[in-house]
């Protein structure tokens, strides 16, 4: 294992990335290559007529004086006649081949045995990790093992215990009567989750399961540095886990400051970017920083990040900033141009934050910027002042012509109100009311005021009052907002003006472009000012745009709108608008495209490149601030196979063709075992009949001892590498029945649903996992909750409703749904839309523990509860939410939605029965995504930067590139293989601009 990369960071490559960083370059192959040399050269006289050809884990393919000769599992595969003339070197060769295969398959069995380990997970080394791995001695495997293991269990959530309500689940749940089931559940609840009904746990059965494993493989330290650039340079705002990330990576990696973008596209990404670097920066790098803030909002953001808050400016509440973060704050505002505009749009945010900066303290060094800060205030200051003063002189003048006693603490309150005024009050009047105070103070009236100076005052105070009113209107009308005058232009119908003025923002141009054709009598137009400014726009925004208007066409029977945030929410409408001309939608499109490839075509040229289809199911992200911590992250509406991996009829044959080798293999290592080890018997027993011998001297005992001594632990090595081999042998045997089974078999797997959760540190948590099932038009056919456990018709069971989640150090609660993709359609139902619910009205953001995940399995009835190798994925929920919806399983196209969005707001006493409205906007935005897919977007770039398209990865070599939905289960060396899940390269290197 590599010991120089904090284990922190390496725990982050493994969980995102599934690749493990290695000191050691070591190879098996290479090594067992290296000892038959060392063998070879040590030989006179074969020296100089041999010649290594090929070595792998198995074989040796050698060329002895022009002949070649390949030896598998240590014997030649094919005699040859050539052999005969070179028969004296062919015997010593026989035997160095035979010595150094044994070594080396001695060498691979801990291997082997820990690549079984990691099986348990649901993972396995790749071919180039085990070559590796291989090389390790049981001390490295050792570390190894406590590198990766952990991680595996967090990744699958092996690392905690599941106990349901009902532990013999699914039978128990089926075969009990519903009274007994209503019976448990009532004294469950009155006892607030103390009450257990008591089941003898019976054993359940054991039978192989077929598995398709997810590989590891060998990463290096560019792989971190990489990642985490990606991140920072993502085009979309990215998850708090994202976020989590980077700051472990700051925090562990001194050198940082070396891997940040040029150019940060995306300003919430910047904020929190520039905010870990001042963060642990002794000197802030302001030459680094001052020219990725272009406007005043960006460092908004940043001071909102750097308050310990979302720079998406939600809630914020902002923290006192130190005298260091207020001089970088100003300066970077004061690098900023445009400052009005965007200090009008967020102006209650901006009051807040100058309550925080003090910006009056910079007026000298930033005059201007300190003018625009206080913008239209300064004369509101002013303006509030001037009525204080009138207000204030009119209760002394009222109170001296009166002087009751009981008013005069009012004119003691109106002179100290007066003094107090900045900047003062005139001398004459100011020093006439500090005598008048001390008058005050002894006798209890007022005496010598000057009215006529008083009312000459007041006099000159409503002039000015005049005056700093025609100040603000003068103000505001040469700073009226852009926002403004646009709605001024499209008011009074004025299309060319708003056209010419939008123009100057592309952005938002581009934003209103459905709102600028249904209220500009003029598509052409429209179009042809959108076309002037489209290579300005986003690449983020010009994808959007295309994938909106790729289904304008069509009339919608409901609109969902998304609103971004910490937690992604929809709202639904059912006025919708009338359809576009199909041409006209056609016509943006290939705008929208020919932006696109100007944003990409002086990126990196590209060589071959592989598309596979299945990437037109992926959805490009553009919503993953929301996203929770997963095992696999996917964008949300994305699409994948219900069976992971799902090999196809050439890799069925090649998977099958490869186990039978490894069993092959596998068995004549344990036949060379079993040998070695009745030879060391043999010789045990001779040495023990020798011992037995009364004429042997004390020297010959003491040899005939040591001699005993290592063969015994000769024969334990052998005997523990037998058992190895014993337990690899019973698992491809099994592995390959199933995959033979699989040939014909076209069924699709069942699926697990599973959470699993404890109690805060003071408060109990009910956490409830619950099913809708919907038919094609998305019409509710039923549920599955605490409220009904089993649903005959469509044979969906649930494990029982637990209420108390326990210790929060505890083993914590469990319950799980079972069902039947295939039992969903036919009994007429299509999709089932999964919810978690916080009952006690707690959001996931604020609980300790909450895993979600589901099994793809065979068979649900036999084999552990949970069984972490069949573990398809698994979400921690740190939504701010107290429901959400992480997955909708399509069963007729035996497919499942990624969601990851919030159901319902912050409620308690949430149910899925009571939560339809928000299911049916939620379905209705996913499964008809008006958004672009990664296919369409990787075509582009194809175009654009002179890739040549092939119509297979075989056609593929070193330096090409496959985009695949997932990793075959062999891939090709030199190849650049990218998936969906790999949202950091999609975001940095696909979703951004060769012009930034």
Known sequence: MNTTIPKVLRDILLRRKSKVIIDKNGNICDDFKNNIIKRINEIAILKNCCEIENVDENSVTINVKSTSLKFVNGELENYVNEIENFKSEYDIICTIIKEETQNIQDRMALAISFNENIHDFGYSMDEKLFRVVSTFDKEEIKQCYNDIIPCLQELVGANVVYKPLYPNFPDQVIEMKNIQLYLNAILHYWTDGKYIPYTEVTERDKKPMKIQYKNITVGEEKDIHELMYNLMNAAEAISETDAKDLSTYFTNYKDFIKNIPENITNKENLAITANLIITHCDE???????????????????????????????KVKFKSFSNKERR???????????????????????????????????????????????GVYKYKKNKNNF???????????????????????????????LIKIRPKIPETIFKMLSDNKIILEDKKKLESIDITTIKERIEQLDVKLVEVSNDIKEFKQTHQRYATKVEETLNKKEFDNTLKLLSQRPGIFSRRLDELLSKVNDDNKVLKYFEEIASKVSV???????????NRSEELKVRVFLIKGEASKLYSKTKVKSALNISLCEKICTICDQALINHFKDKSKLNKVYLNEKLKKYIIPLDIRSASSALETYSKGSRFDLSYKKLTDEEQKILIKDL?????????????????????????????????????????????????????KAIENINENIKILNIKTTSLKSEIKFAKSCEDKKNTNKVRLFIWWTNTKDQRIDIDLSVMIYNEDFQSLGHVSYTALTNDTFKIVHSGDIVDGGDINGPGA????????????????????????????????????????????????????????????????????????????????????????TLTSKNAAVNIENSKKPMNALLYYYMNPLKDNMYDLLSLHIRARGGTLVDSEDELSEGDIAFVPYLPYKCKEGIKYICPTDLDVILSEYMTSSCN
């Open 814 to 901: 469990s319950e799980f749904i079972d069902f039947d993709p295939e039992q969903i359609t036919k009994n007429g139902g299509r999709y089932i839309a999964c919810s978690v619910i916080s009952f006690c009205g707690i959001t996931f953001k604020n609980l300790d523990n909450i895993k979600f995940g589901w099994m793809e399995r065979e068979d649900l009835k036999s084999n552990e509860l949970f069984e972490p190798k069949t573990v398809r994925q698994r979400l921690d929920l740190n939504v701010d939410s107290t429901s959400t919806t992480p997955v909708v399983f399509d069963c007729k196209t035996k497919e499942i939605v990624w969601i990851d969005t």
């Open 540 to 550: 983020k925004v010009l994808l959007s745009l295309k994938g909106y208007f790729q």
């Open 387 to 417: 009525k204080k003063e009138i207000e204030n002189y009119k209760i002394i003048l009222e109170v001296y012509k009166e002087n009751p006693l009981s008013s005069i603490d009012k004119a003691y309150t109106a002179i100290n109100n």
């Open 284 to 314: 802030t790098p302001m030459d680094l920083l001052i020219n990725k803030f272009s406007t005043v909002t960006d460092v908004l953001r940043l001071a909102a990040a750097m308050s310990g808050e979302s720079p998406a400016l939600t």
């Open 328 to 374: 970088i704050l100003m300066q970077l505002l004061n690098n900023c141009g445009n400052r009005l505009e965007d200090l009008f749009r967020h102006k209650g945010k901006w009051e807040r934050v100058c309550e925080r900066i003090h910006p009056g303290k910079f007026k000298n060094m930033y005059p201007d910027l300190v003018d625009d800060l206080l």
């Open 660 to 712: 039978e080798n490894e069993l092959f293999k596998n068995e004549n290592l344990l036949k060379d075992k079993s040998e070695q080890l009745d030879q060391l018997q043999n010789q045990l027993k001779q040495l023990e009949n020798k011992s037995n011998n009364e004429k042997n001297s004390e020297e010959e005992k003491n040899k005939q001892e040591k001699e005993k001594s290592e063969i015994n």
